[in-house]
């Protein structure tokens, strides 16, 4: 995930040349120039950091953080989803597909003044599987092994030919940081160590701020601005009112779906809207009753009103979802069928349950983590579904920790997706292989499913017409077994003061701090 950077450089202007002698006959001073004004970006969220370990972390605005303080092997061009060399210069791979060879770049540091080498990036991964945190399977399920080849040549020994391997390199647990600063063998959730990025963390209070610096090491152009300063807002309506009085200077996830509409009218604001990967989604677990029955799940994918989550909650920045592969993306279809109460209603009956014996089921969903909405949006699907007279909700809640943590034990809970690496496998892969799908909490397996992964993931070509089919294959499977039911899209959108610029929106949906400037005061 990519890093663009160019320093700003705010100078003063000379001052007044000396006048020559004055009356008095003595000779002004000579002109000096002024230094350089420090330029600092305050960005407000109402999103949280979790866990600041990169072999741990697995949240959107945590990955964002790493993406603008530790740069990875490879990552993604600012507004585009191609990749380039990030700490690797180049690469190459074996005709077997098996081995990737890393050349790596020389003379860099981390910020505690460990040297870069292939050394640490190997350190790094073997801690990966050490510690087995939650997006260790991006590395776990491919790698089989990490060998120095010498201090700036390190090679990645695959379980299986993996076409799309580069794209898991430019993910988070694949970013080399320090032997020195951080634990072989144990979490660092409260690490501010980072890896080699554009800004390093100068200070971090929980839930409070934190306060990005420019890296001078960094290999790359400067960050256009000195300092980045994060501050954590418990609602929306508070961040707005900071962005309107020039508290903050950009609003990111998430402000109020009205919000951005009033806030277009201002003078003052200007609300930039980027491609959206982003999707909305309800997880089964179908080994827990009644979801491991699958005509209770093909009844709740007829009942669920998109339409209506679009327009109450989302208030026209999502729209409907049939998919879990997101729509723009290559080898999308529309799998999932449109709503049809009438359809519920008989796939109810075919369960064994009437408006006399409704189907109870609890509904779980977390307060904070997905923005002022989600209480909304928890009651727009309890609504939907209670409209065919057969099923009970009961709306149970929990925080983000203690959700995330009661992954398994929970029967039916909303999650969003934001991309791990731009391609469909992406938004199949971690939610229904037999391998990855406890981690998310659905528990789902089916050897149809796993031979359609193994057919995608070895074939040659990343966009050939037959990975495509495959594609198509696994989302209408998807739809007959239903281990989750895509619900809508959404979009990024980021509100900013008039002066800022570099607003670089793409859809690998993280910002790009390095990128900000700003104008004026």
Not at 53 to 79: C, Q, R, S
Not at 141 to 158: A, G, R
Not at 170 to 194: E, G
Not at 326 to 331: A, E, K, T, Y
Request: proline share 6%; aromatic share 10%; net charge negative.
């Amino acid at each position: 995930m990519s890093k663009r950077k160019i320093f700003l450089v705010l100078l003063a202007g000379l001052l007044v040349m000396a006048l020559g002698l004055s009356a008095c006959g003595k000779q002004a001073a000579a002109p000096t120039q002024a230094p350089k004004q420090s330029v600092t970006i305050v960005i407000g969220t109402t999103d949280k950091v979790t866990d600041l370990d990169p072999a741990n972390a697995y949240d959107f605005h945590t990955w964002e953080i790493f993406h603008n303080t530790m740069d990875t092997l490879l990552h993604y061009k600012p507004g585009t989803t191609d990749l380039e060399p990030g700490l690797a210069t180049s690469y190459d791979v074996s005709k077997d597909g098996k081995t990737y060879t890393f050349h790596l770049r020389q003379g860099l540091k981390f910020p505690d003044g460990t040297p870069f080498n292939a050394q640490a990036v190997k350190w790094s991964i073997d801690r990966v599987f050490k510690i087995q945190g939650d997006p260790n399977w991006l590395v776990t399920s491919f790698v089989d092994h990490v060998e120095v080849v010498d201090d700036n040549t390190v090679k990645f020994v695959l379980k299986k030919a993996v076409n799309y391997f580069p794209l898991l390199v430019a993910t988070f647990p694949y970013a080399p940081i320090s032997p020195q600063c951080y634990p072989a063998d144990k979490i660092a959730s409260d690490s501010t160590c980072s890896g080699i990025g554009p800004y390093k963390i100068a200070k971090w209070t929980r839930d409070v701020e934190m306060d990005l610096t420019a890296n001078p090491d960094w290999y790359g152009p400067a960050p256009k601005a000195d300092k980045i300063i994060i501050k954590y807002f418990a609602d929306a309506t508070t961040m707005r009112l900071a962005l309107e009085n020039g508290e903050i200077d950009v609003a990111t996830k998430s402000l109020n779906p009205t919000d951005y509409a009033d806030l277009k009218k201002n003078p003052n604001i200007q609300v930039v809207e980027g491609p959206g990967a982003y999707i909305r989604y309800i997880v089964f677990n179908v080994k827990m009753k009644p979801f491991d029955d699958k005509l209770v799940r093909e009844a709740i994918a007829y009942a669920v009103n998109r339409q209506a989550i679009v327009d109450k909650v989302y208030q026209g920045t999502h729209e409907p979802l049939y998919s879990m592969v997101p729509m723009g993306m290559w080898s999308h279809i529309d799998a999932f069928p449109k709503r049809d109460l009438n359809k519920a209603k008989e796939l109810l009956q075919k369960a064994g349950y009437s408006a006399d014996k409704p189907l109870e089921v609890d509904l779980w969903w977390t307060p904070t983590h997905y923005g002022d909405t989600e209480s909304d949006m928890a009651s727009v699907v309890k609504e939907a579904l209670e409209e065919t007279g057969m099923i009970k909700v009961k709306l149970q809640s929990a925080e983000w920790a203690t959700y995330t943590d009661q992954f398994g034990s929970m029967g039916m809970f909303l999650l969003g997706w934001y991309p791990d690496y731009m391609d469909p496998d992406n938004y199949t892969y971690p939610f229904a292989a037999s391998d990855a799908s406890d981690d998310i909490g659905s528990n789902y397996a089916s050897k149809a499913m796993d031979d359609l992964f193994a057919k995608e993931q070895s074939a040659t070509d990343l966009r050939s017409d037959s990975r495509k089919k495959v594609f198509e294959d696994i989302q209408n499977l998807w739809a007959t077994d239903v281990p989750t039911l895509p619900l809508s899209q959404g979009k990024l959108m980021v509100a900013a003061r008039s002066n800022i610029s570099g607003i670089v929106l793409d859809p690998v949906m993280l910002n790009h701090y390095f990128l900000l400037q700003k104008s004026g005061k």
